[in-house]
């Protein structure tokens, strides 16, 4: 069995694996490799003899999700790093915690600083990576990975893991992007775009970690509250991101041309 296969991958979101069969895949320390996988934030659980992601039977009120956003010095995780990462903890509607920290770069062009106001002399005091990933997995948990356009986020995070010598991300993840897709109309989808059309987060500085987690945060209470009654589990809620048809985008109102005067 290929645990990370996208069949093994979705008969655990549903109906689950057999134990014999799942613990067979895992090789004769299946106990140890179960428990590395869960330290990775792989949330397994044994149901009625078979295997399944916690996020299956668990309401969408009663999931912890982690919404997470960071600013890195470019775009490509196997070139550029992190310079910052902002999180904050949801469940049943509130906020638990949240984590923010700076991390050490000597190397930010001078278009980051200005989109981000992360200026280079406030890296070179910071944390070590290193330090900053190991106080985030321990934050992260094995809570869900939210993010606005969530892949971005979730590989760059992942891969500083393992820039540092920890193990790949295995959480599940939401893509809040998908989700707004999929619950109300806009003409766009973008954070800043959002936050000022829908008024999420009065004190918003776009592109600092923190503050734009906590504008997602606000625009993922926000689509929760309007789901379809059929959304029931976590797993649901991640499928409808994906699979559920998506909503039309308003059109830019045109503005009208002045009319001439008359001569």
Do not use: W
């Not at 009120?61 to 960071?70: E, G, H, K, P």
């Not at 981000?116 to 990576?129: D, H, R, S, V």
């Not at 330090?131 to 990975?145: H, Y």
């Amino acid at each position: 069995m290929k645990l990370f296969d996208p069949k093994i991958l979705s008969r655990l979101t549903k109906n689950g694996i057999p134990k014999e069969e799942f613990e067979s895949s895992l090789g004769s320390d299946h106990e140890l490799n179960l428990e590395l996988l869960k330290a990775q934030g792989m949330n397994i659980i044994l149901d009625r003899g078979n295997y399944r992601f916690q996020t299956a039977l668990t309401s969408v009120a009663d999931t912890l999700f982690c919404i997470v956003d960071v600013e890195s010095n470019g775009s490509k995780p196997s070139h550029h790093q992190i310079i910052e990462i902002g999180a904050v903890k949801l469940q049943n509607g509130k906020i638990l915690d949240t984590y923010e920290s700076l991390v050490y770069c000597s190397d930010i062009s001078d278009q980051i600083q200005e989109i981000t106001g992360i200026k280079t002399e406030q890296t070179l005091k910071a944390p070590a990576l290193s330090k900053v990933m190991r106080e985030f997995r321990l934050f992260l948990g094995d809570a869900v990975f939210v993010g606005h356009d969530a892949k971005f986020d979730y590989n760059f995070v992942s891969a500083m893991m393992e820039r540092v010598g920890l193990q790949r991300l295995l959480n599940r993840s939401l893509c809040t992007i998908d989700l707004a897709e999929r619950t109300f109309e806009s003409e766009r989808y973008g954070l800043a775009y959002l936050n000022e059309h829908l008024e999420l987060y009065r004190d918003a500085t776009h592109h600092r970690a923190l503050s734009d987690a906590m504008t997602t945060t606000k625009l993922l209470k926000r689509t929760l509250a309007i789901l379809p009654d059929s959304i029931h589990t976590t797993e649901e809620l991640i499928a409808f991101s994906k699979e559920a048809k998506k909503m039309k985008r308003l059109k830019t109102e045109k503005k009208e041309k002045p009319e001439k005067e008359e001569e």
